[in-house]
């Protein structure tokens, strides 16, 4: 997806889709993406423009089935979606924190290079330049 096709708009994180054979603004409330990661109020508070836009990248198919339900239920040559709380269906991840990362190095014990084999063994298959082909 590309980077400006996700975009924040003061509490609303709006994407473009297609959404039952027509192109759709989807708008995601703030309170929508917070209640739905279960977020306390100090994560809730601390939640970033980027982080909602993460999380609607991350989170595109539960975004087009909410939406796709939505139109069904409503007028379906609605050219825009607004998702509220409570409507998504489904589960997502909870976006990872600085704490979920890795703290060392993935590799344990001795490094993993090749030993050193050598020159390579007599009888080198390629010979000559590439105008040798044999005119």
């Known amino acids: 997806m590309d980077n400006d096709a996700v975009r924040t ?3 609303r994180t709006l ?3 297609w959404i039952d054979g027509k192109s759709r603004t989807v708008s995601i409330s703030r309170a929508a993406i917070e209640a739905h990661l279960r977020l306390t109020p100090d994560r809730a508070a601390a939640m970033t423009d ?3 836009r993460e999380f609607v990248r991350g989170n595109l198919k539960l975004i087009a089935t909410a939406a796709s339900e939505l139109v069904r239920q409503g007028d379906g040559n609605a050219t825009a979606v607004d998702i509220d709380v409570g409507q998504f269906t489904g589960n997502a991840a909870p976006p ?4 979920d990362r890795r703290q060392g ?4 014990g001795s490094d993993r290079r090749k030993v050193d084999l050598g020159p390579p063994p007599s ?3 390629r010979r000559g330049g590439r105008d040798q082909r044999g005119s």
């Open 9 to 11: 708009s003061a509490d």
């Open 15 to 17: 994407v473009d889709m």
């Open 50 to 52: 980027e982080d909602r």
């Open 96 to 99: 990872p924190t600085a704490a």
């Open 105 to 108: 190095d993935r590799r344990k």
């Open 123 to 125: 009888g080198e298959r």
